[in-house]
């Protein structure tokens, strides 16, 4: 599905950016197919969490989250990235990619062409097990998370060891930074497509790459890429016979 967008600079708004969305759905027999979980451990959406976050072989599963990847105008490869659950078990977010695989060699200087895609459950506050809550998710926290899904990319490998620490921390705290206000500059609206129909999002672009950030109904979507220009993406949800196209990556 080709596409034409609109850009705009945000107004200056009165209240917050975003306000956090409801509870996602118990288990039952209307859940769409979701992908499988790379990882059960993550107790909250964090850097670290992150960070730690690997491809897997991605066993099946079914999830109430309603996945999204990019339409059939994409027509180069696809494959599952990683998948994070909370501390109930329920998928917190999870991102489908498409173009060249994350597994790079320290001295491949060629650049990637990529988008990953994130989905993420509109959650309110709820228990992180013992006497942690964790926050609400908001648009926020998508756009920071598809922020550190770029940066990942992004490893410095010219860096010393013992300081590439400190720039991913750096880094990191910097793209929290900036998804706190997304209605300010670097921040600008694009509408593209979902399911068809135009859709606002948040579009910013920086050395790395560029950011995508998008509130819909049922969840909060977001796509960070480099290569690939984000002008021309359409996004749509994943039904059960797309699932066949993403392949999982090799260990």
């Known amino acids: ?47 670290a969490a992150l960070a730690a976050s690997e491809p ?17 105008a994409w027509s180069g490869d696809r494959w599952l990235g990683s998948i994070l659950l909370g501390p109930d078990g329920v998928a917190e977010y999870g991102t489908l990619g498409h173009g060249d695989h994350p597994a790079r060699r320290p001295d491949d200087l060629s650049p990637r062409r990529f988008c990953g895609v994130v989905t993420m459950a509109r959650l309110d506050r709820r228990p ?36 590439r620490g400190d720039w991913l921390h750096q880094q990191t705290e ?35 790459g560029w950011v995508l950030a998008a509130e819909l109904r049922e969840c909060w ?11 021309g993406l359409g996004f749509e949800q994943v039904t059960l016979d797309a699932w066949e196209a993403y392949e999982a990556l090799p260990r």
Do not use: C
Not at 59 to 69: K, L, N
Not at 193 to 205: A, I, L, Q, S
């Open 56 to 72: 897997d072989a991605w066993p099946g599963q079914r999830t109430a989250v309603p996945w999204y990847g990019l339409d059939e």
């Open 128 to 163: 992180g097990g013992g006497a942690t809550i964790l926050e609400p998710t908001t648009l926020s926290t998508l756009a920071a998370v598809a922020g550190l899904g770029l940066l990942s990319d992004a490893w410095p490998w010219a860096v010393d060891k013992a300081l």
């Open 221 to 231: 979507l977001g796509a960070y890429g480099r290569g690939v220009t984000a002008y």
């Open 1 to 47: 599905m080709s596409s034409t967008i609109s850009t705009e600079d945000f107004p200056n708004p009165v209240g917050p950016a975003s306000q956090p969305g409801s509870v996602a759905p118990a288990a039952g027999d209307d859940h769409v197919p979701g992908p499988p979980v790379a990882s059960n451990s993550a107790l909250s959406i964090s850097a």
């Open 174 to 208: 910097l793209a929290y930074e900036v998804a706190e206000n997304l209605d300010d500059a670097p921040w600008r609206a694009v509408q593209l497509p979902v399911d068809g129909k135009p859709t606002r999002f948040r579009y910013r672009e920086s050395e790395y």
